[in-house]
């Protein structure tokens, strides 16, 4: 599908948004070293490829609004030989100027030249705060250059703007073609998840239930994971971010699995626990059941209008009087909310922004009041109970809990009238994930 068509509406909309004088400078993501000399696979930085869609490194996307009209210019590489050889072509000049996406492009040969001359009279300069130290002064240097050459009658900027607050509120809104490319890593990692509980059994490796995944995600055209996928069977399930994925699954354990991946840089995020045997057990039955209640009651209340911060008020009213239930708290309901008392066993939020970034871009809080969802935004819904051996071992929590880690996580859309459940394929209730791996 050609997207260059929705990365110039984003420019024009980004132009809209600026001040006149005004000059938004961005850098593509440079390679990073793995070992010695050889590099992780490249990854666009995400406000670059939001704007551009190009996948390059060394370019440099410059964006001038004065009172006379805005301008895109890009500066590219053209390959040399050795280039072309070793790593094959890239784009180059003469190729990003029929992408027809930008006012001009320009060699990256060109860059401290004609620089100069784009921020020359321009009043205030935009760019992405914290992208990295040597970006960082290799605009003050620009800045400063063009100061020593004041008494010849140039003028530099006085004020510097974060780029990322203009930018990253225009990513929480998705649009309908990223609605698409979220779908479509959404399906992928269902699939994987289906995959994986289809081929689980006792005695299997972790990393080996993890090779399960990544064979869906990359046979379906899904290059990476969108994060580094945690597979953790029965303890291991209750260390949050448990990546080491190197121990052997155990017959009557559960596997919580949050794995996903990356479809043409959009992101999935999805969590599902699963009996290795196939069968729950009666005490990892009745902490599903209420974790699984607490997160459909929670995806449940989504529509616009309803603050982030009322999916977790809604996850702990139905998990606290669930654990009152079952006896793992005593006393007064709300005083344990108040008091904080579940986080022995539910230690983290409700969920995040999901787009580009698995974690991604988007104020929390507006005003200081948590933020109203709209539509368009792309949130993950992932309560969990966690009764880890190694912290609770010595407390008065009857031992038939200990060992169980729970977590179960959708990504939610919020539409016009209420929500969207784009991974609901993947199976959570306990009859379909225990008909499932009956199969
Ligand atoms: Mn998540």
């Known amino acids: 599908m050609d997207y260059t068509k929705h990365y110039i509406a984003r420019v024009q909309k980004l132009i809209d948004q600026l001040p006149t004088e005004s000059v938004l400078l961005l850098k593509s ?33 410059v964006i001038k609004k004065t009172s006379a009209g805005a301008e895109s210019i ?37 860059l401290t030249f004609k620089m100069l001359a784009l921020l020359q009279g321009a009043k205030q300069i935009y760019f992405d705060f914290g992208a990295s130290p040597s970006w960082h002064k290799q605009i003050m240097d620009w800045i400063n250059t063009l100061k020593s ?12 703007k974060d780029a990322r607050k203009i930018l990253h509120e225009m990513r929480l809104f998705k649009q309908p073609e990223e609605i698409v490319l979220l779908q479509k890593a959404a399906d992928i990692s269902c699939q994987a998840h289906i995959r994986a509980m289809q081929k689980t059994k006792p005695g299997m490796m972790e990393y080996a239930l993890e090779a399960e995944y990544i064979h869906e995600f990359y046979a379906q055209g899904a290059r990476s994971p969108a994060y580094t996928s945690i597979v953790g069977g029965g303890e291991n399930a209750c260390i949050l971010h448990y990546v ?11 596997v919580l699995v949050d794995a996903a991946c990356e479809y043409q840089y959009y992101c999935a995020d999805i969590t599902r626990t699963f009996p290795v045997n196939g069968q729950f057990s009666a005490p990892q039955q009745a ?22 911060s009322d999916i977790q008020d809604k996850v702990l ?41 698995v974690h ?23 309560p969990g109970l966690y009764f880890s051996s190694l912290l609770l071992k010595n407390t008065h929590l009857d031992p038939k809990w200990l060992g169980i880690g729970i977590r179960i ?31």
């Open 287 to 308: 902490i599903y059941e209420l974790v699984l209640a607490a997160q459909v009651a929670a995806i449940n209340i989504i529509k616009p209008g309803v603050a982030f």
């Open 244 to 254: 080491n994925n190197n121990k052997k699954l155990v017959d009557k354990d559960l």
């Open 74 to 110: 890009l500066f590219c590489k053209d390959s040399d030989t050795m280039e072309i050889q070793w790593v094959g072509p890239r784009l180059g000049v003469e190729g990003m100027k029929q992408t027809k996406q930008f006012t001009d492009v320009f060699s990256l040969d060109a």
């Open 360 to 382: 991604d871009t988007g104020e929390y809080k507006v005003d200081n009041q948590s933020r109203k969802l709209a539509p368009g935004m792309v949130l993950t819904v992932e």
């Open 409 to 439: 996580e959708d990504d939610i859309l919020v539409t016009e009238l209420g929500h969207k459940n784009l991974t609901e394929a993947a199976p959570k209730t306990i009859s379909d994930i225990q008909h499932l791996m009956s199969q």
């Open 29 to 61: 993501a440079e390679a990073k070293i793995r070992s010695n000399d050889t590099e992780y696979g490249y990854r666009q930085n995400s406000d670059f490829y939001y704007l551009t869609g190009l996948e390059e490194t060394d370019l440099f996307l």
């Open 317 to 357: 009213d139905i998990m606290v009087q669930g654990l009152l239930d079952l006896k793992i708290l005593q006393d007064d309901k709300q005083g344990i909310i108040q008091k904080n008392l579940y986080q022995p066993f539910y230690m983290h939020n409700s969920g995040h922004w999901l787009g580009i970034d």
């Open 149 to 160: 050459k004041n008494r010849k009658g140039a003028t530099s900027p006085d004020t510097l």
